[in-house]
């Protein structure tokens, strides 16, 4: 079985034009911070949520700004880990269909989660780990799981399931959860605060991949970031971006070849367990909240291209970016004038989305 890895940290993979840091070479739990001398940008790498975060300030007060956001990374990871025992998430899972306290943080989380099942008609399911899991997805050992095995594992994928009353929460006996696919749109959105509170009107928070941006680079001018090509390296076309999250998924991310020669990747459907494959290898989402970024990327993919867009055009909040399988670039008419193609694609068809 060949087995084939993204290059890029984390489930966002976008290419920053250009690079503006000079990256940490931090080891796990530690972070490396880089000042400029003369008063310029000022930038902190953290190991954290199984990626490496690169956080930038380039106003305000940067050292106040860069320190209470790495205490948040850090503290955000110990009640979300899904494999530290002392975190809520761990406790929870382990509960064994009895109540488990949780915070605040936590309980909002989980309930934004099940909206956003609900919202996208089950493509979007926080409940899904243990197949992702089956799968090897959340460890490298990869296996194509038997039929049987999937839907013995389905039968515990609901998060409508779950109960939540106050700071207590109760999962069916058998489910098991995980907020990896809201963890770091949250954690974006909670740095964002804190930066904004420390006078920062102009950053890149760049979460494994998570692109957030606060205001304008120094100069004034958009942020440019990469949409990466699904068919190699490089980049598709370049986005120009002020104050918002830029969120990818794509099936190139993390995937392997079975021994009959189909490709698996890691974003599954959670309706039948198996790799979702609707037609799309890229889903890109722009808007102001990054958990909802975050989670409407993965769910986009799940949809496909007609799902996708009615979804779209029913809530409006969002702008996206879709790659088709058969080399079409869709953008919704909010970002069209901000996508620019790159030569080699300029060949590629595009399609601009109204609400009409």
Known sequence: M???????????????LPMLWTSGCSKAGESAVSAAEDGGPQSISVFAMDTYMQLTAYDGQKSAALSQAKDEVERL????????????????DHSGGEPAEISDETAELIAFGMELNELTGGAFDISLYPVLSEWGFTNGDYK?????????????VDSSRIELSGNAAVLPDGMSIDLGALGKGETGDRITEIFRANGVSSALLDLGG???????????????????????????AKLEVRDCC?????????FFEGGDGEIYWHILD????????NGILSATVIGKSGRLCDGLSTSLFVLGEEGAKKL???????????????????????????VSLYEEFSGLETEVMSRD
């Open 77 to 92: 990871e110990k009640l979300w880990s899904v494999t530290d025992e002392g975190s809520e998430i761990y406790r929870l």
């Open 144 to 156: 194509i799981p038997s039929e049987e095995r999937l839907s013995e594992l389905l039968k515990n």
């Open 312 to 338: 779209w055009r029913e809530r409006g909040d969002f702008d996206m970016i879709l790659i088709t399988e058969d080399g079409r670039l869709i953008m919704t008419e909010g970002i069209a004038g901000e």
């Open 270 to 277: 959670p309706k039948t367990g198996y790799p979702a494959k």
């Open 2 to 16: 060949a087995i084939s890895r993204a290059v890029s940290l984390g489930t966002a993979v976008l290419a920053l």
């Open 246 to 254: 830029v969120i990818t998924s794509g099936g190139y991310e993390r």
């Open 210 to 236: 998570n692109i957030q941006v606060i205001g304008s680079k120094p100069d004034g001018s958009p942020w440019k970031i990469g949409i990466k090509s699904p068919w190699g390296e490089g980049s598709v």
